[in-house]
């Protein structure tokens, strides 16, 4: 049985944003090796899904309704899976492995599921 966590005092707190970020900084490290042609594309909109993950989740935090909450949760899962495809497009584009990157994303996705359930049934 695992220990009881405090409550999060801001969205920094959450685990969920704390591995999105993760994810944000190797997306950056990643993609730092495109082609220089992708700059405007590939890579500015990889880069942008990434951060929009982190991002609605820590904007979702301060909603004040569960449904507001939750929905920027969605916002995020939305931006997740537009990654996911990004990461398949440049594995495919030989720009590199990113493996740990894709598991890392799972890890992010699962734990923005878990999160998101949470807050729609809060006595579970």
């Given at each position: 049985?695992?220990?009881?966590?405090?409550?999060?005092?801001?969205?920094?707190?959450?685990?969920?944003?704390?591995?999105?970020?993760?994810?944000?900084?190797?997306?950056?490290?990643?993609?730092?090796?495109?082609?220089?042609?992708?700059?405007?594309?590939?890579?500015?909109?990889?880069?942008?899904?990434?951060?929009?993950?982190?991002?609605?989740?820590?904007?979702?935090?301060?909603r004040?309704?569960?449904?507001?909450?939750?929905?920027?949760?969605?916002?995020?899962?939305?931006?997740?899976?537009?990654c996911?495809?990004?990461?398949?497009?440049?594995?495919?584009?030989?720009?590199?492995?990113?493996?740990?990157?894709?598991?890392?994303?799972?890890?992010?996705?699962?734990?923005?599921?878990?999160?998101?359930?949470?807050?729609?049934?809060?006595?579970?």
């Amino acid at each position: 049985m695992s220990a009881a966590r405090a409550p999060a005092k801001t969205f920094r707190d959450l685990v969920v944003w704390q591995k999105a970020h993760e994810f944000v900084l190797g997306i950056y490290q990643y993609s730092a090796n495109f082609p220089r042609s992708e700059a405007y594309s590939h890579t500015s909109q990889l880069r942008r899904a990434a951060i929009s993950i982190a991002a609605n989740i820590a904007e979702g935090f301060r909603r004040r309704g569960d449904a507001d909450k939750v929905r920027m949760l969605n916002i995020a899962q939305g931006s997740l899976e537009e990654c996911r495809y990004y990461l398949i497009l440049a594995t495919d584009l030989n720009y590199g492995e990113c493996q740990n990157l894709a598991r890392l994303l799972e890890e992010v996705s699962r734990i923005l599921d878990a999160y998101a359930k949470a807050i729609l049934t809060p006595d579970s």
